[in-house]
């Protein structure tokens, strides 16, 4: 078998056939040509077998290695002018416009991306991080599912930080089938209303219930665009408002004592942080000790803590919409009740969203549901603080948690 020949099956690559293969100290590189004698616009379906002028281009991409072998592929390509994007190098089969690696390349990298961390990718395959982003950009236009605005019953609408300086990306997920289905950069009424905006008329007519934060923002969108659908609540933000209040509790109590000179108990006040706020089932043996000093010790602090505790138990899986409406009650009248400034703060707070905060439990849209979706695309969006652009930032989140099946470059090629 001749070498080239011998390349052709083992790269497998679309549309072309080989025509030498070279070995340099550091990489293998292999000259290709196309099968097609139509030029094909590399943007759309337009396909032409007039070339625009004599000019050729040469390009290089990078496929799959082979064994430790980096491999490139060259070819020489032609130039035509597409009516809609202007004159432009040919596409090819193996390749996305403008990407200087191919399909299969950037499968690998995608599904690598939506498995494991930075430091593990980036020495792998022998890209920058950065680069990752550009190429799930591209994986995540392609491939994501064009009918993941259809028939949205339930949705959430909720923003993540996805870099330090408050750089939000909003994100619309689908109740029902628990996946993010949509995203832009930015937060609060104007991101809701480009989500409106693609969605249409017609598909927002047709939500039943918009959960949300206890924010003005996404309200205000959701009743100008979907007048019919119930706002909710979503019960992971009520919970993290009663966490936030304790906290405020908690650091009063530790200025007072530190006015008062008492280092000793002002430090274990600072150490008690961790122990308060993380739920008592997951404390490691330190924080159960300092955890069990302080209910010993009772007072203000252990007052908002069991404040706290109470409300997040009203949102546990297994209680039903009357039973959560005689908690929600009870809770608001302690809190009122408390003379702890922070917790009357958050009674009125409830108060004024409990018909929201009620409506997501009528409606089946509960605290599991949604706040596992919610810490998913929160340690995401962590990983993604080293890209450079939002939207490598929402690449992320929806291979990660979006409608879009990725597909490892030998399952492609499995039916050749
Ligand atoms: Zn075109």
């Known amino acids: 078998m001749r070498v080239s020949t011998a390349f052709s099956r083992l790269l497998r690559l679309k549309g072309v056939w080989v025509k030498a293969v070279r070995f340099d100290p550091?990489?293998?590189?292999?000259?290709?040509?196309?099968?097609?004698?139509?030029?094909?616009?590399?943007?759309?379906?337009?396909?032409?077998?007039?070339?625009?002028?004599?000019?050729?281009?040469?390009?290089v991409w990078r496929h799959l290695d082979l064994g430790v072998w980096r491999l490139e592929i060259r070819a020489t390509l032609r130039r035509l002018s597409c009516p809609t994007h202007g004159v432009r190098t040919?596409?090819?089969?193996?390749?996305?416009?403008?990407?200087?690696?191919?399909r299969d390349f950037e499968a690998l990298v995608a599904w690598l991306a939506s498995k494991t961390d930075k430091s593990t990718i980036c020495r792998l395959v022998r890209i920058n991080w950065r680069t990752v982003g550009r190429i799930i950009e591209r994986v995540s236009k392609d491939e994501l599912d064009p009918d993941r605005l259809e028939e949205l019953f339930d949705i959430g609408i909720d923003e993540v930080s996805w870099r330090k300086q408050h750089r939000y990306l909003t994100l619309i997920c689908d109740h029902q089938r628990r996946r993010v289905v949509w995203g832009i950069e930015g937060a609060g009424e104007k991101a809701a209303d480009e989500f409106f905006g693609e969605l249409g008329s017609e598909r927002s007519a047709e939500l039943r219930?918009?959960?949300?934060?206890?924010?003005?923002?996404?309200?205000?969108?959701?009743?100008?665009?979907?007048?019919?659908?119930?706002?909710?609540?979503d019960s992971y933000h009520v919970v993290a408002l009663a966490t936030k209040a304790l906290d405020e509790v908690r650091r009063d109590y530790w200025n007072q004592l530190r006015s008062l000179g008492d280092q000793q108990a002002a430090r274990r006040f600072k150490d008690a942080r961790w122990a308060l706020l993380k739920n008592p089932a997951n404390l490691t043996a330190k924080q159960a000790v300092t955890y069990r000093k302080l209910k010993r010790a009772g007072g203000e602090v252990w007052r908002a803590y069991t404040l706290k505790e109470a409300l997040r138990a009203?949102?546990?899986?297994?209680?039903?919409?009357?039973?959560?409406?005689?908690?929600?009650?009870?809770?608001?009248?302690?809190?009122?009740?408390?003379?702890?400034?922070?917790?009357?703060?958050?009674?009125?707070?409830?108060?004024?969203?409990?018909?929201?905060?009620?409506a997501a439990i009528r409606l089946g849209i509960t605290q599991g549901r949604t706040e596992a979706l919610n810490n998913k695309v929160r340690l995401i969006t962590r990983r993604a603080y080293g890209f450079h652009t939002a939207n490598a930032a929402l690449a992320l989140v929806l291979l990660t948690c979006g409608p879009i099946t990725l597909t490892l470059p030998h399952e492609l090629h499995l039916h050749p």
């Not at 596409?91 to 416009?97: C, K, L, S, T």
């Not at 009248?333 to 929201?356: C, D, N, V, Y």
Request: hydrophobic share 40%.
């Open 26 to 59: 550091d990489r293998v590189l292999v000259e290709v040509a196309l099968r097609r004698r139509r030029l094909v616009c590399p943007e759309c379906a337009f396909s032409t077998p007039h070339r625009h002028n004599v000019r050729e281009a040469q390009s």
């Open 90 to 102: 040919e596409g090819v089969p193996f390749a996305r416009a403008g990407s200087g690696f191919t």
């Open 209 to 233: 219930a918009i959960s949300m934060d206890m924010g003005p923002g996404y309200a205000k969108s959701a009743r100008k665009h979907a007048p019919q659908a119930t706002i909710c609540i």
């Open 314 to 358: 009203i949102f546990a899986p297994g209680l039903d919409l009357e039973d959560v409406t005689v908690l929600i009650d009870r809770f608001i009248s302690r809190a009122t009740r408390s003379h702890l400034e922070p917790f009357l703060r958050l009674a009125q707070t409830i108060t004024k969203h409990r018909e929201g905060i009620l």
